[in-house]
């Protein structure tokens, strides 16, 4: 889990060290900006570095990916959400989040393409919404933690390999 804050579920940590990705993967969408993980029966139905989750699991025949986070996406104040911006890891990003909704019960997919987010599930895009988005939070509107982005790739560490307890 990243150690930049105790929330094990951000919306903003595309990663599988992210509890909500860990076990099913990070869903793919089937296009930019959609809301939904794209469907699929081979590894061939889905977009480029997704493959197929199979039949059985979780989120049987869904387009996933294994991997870490690449990108820094930006710090989601709870308190103070900007539901116009939603997350960016790149225009042509067809990676889905999860964030919680209806007190931490109910996952909701949201694009990561910079397509608008209702975070507080109410209809209407603002400026300024107020939701505990990582369903783990016992605050209330005003007093829920900020969510810091993380960036996995460039804190690996593989020089393991140069010791001399590693094996041939």
Request: aromatic letters at 8%.
């Amino acid at each position: 889990m990243n150690g930049q804050n105790c929330s094990n579920q951000k919306p903003n940590y595309i990663s599988v060290m992210n509890y909500s990705f860990a076990t099913a993967g990070i869903r793919v969408a089937a296009a930019r900006g959609d809301g939904f993980p794209g469907t699929c029966i081979t590894d061939a139905d889905c977009t480029a570095l997704a493959h197929g989750s199979g039949p059985n699991g979780s989120n049987p025949n869904t387009c996933v990916r294994i991997d870490y986070s690449s990108v820094l996406l930006p710090h989601l104040n709870q308190n103070n959400l900007n539901e116009t911006v939603g997350l960016n890891i790149s225009p042509n990003s067809t990676d889905l989040s999860v964030f919680y909704a209806n007190g931490g019960v109910t996952p909701v997919y949201a694009p990561t393409n910079g397509s608008p987010v209702d975070w507080n599930q109410d209809s209407m895009i603002e400026v300024n919404a107020c939701a505990d988005i990582s369903g783990t939070s016992t605050a209330s509107c005003g007093s829920f933690p900020t969510l810091l982005g993380a960036n996995d790739w460039p804190n690996l560490n593989f020089y393991f390999q140069c010791t001399d307890n590693f094996g041939e």
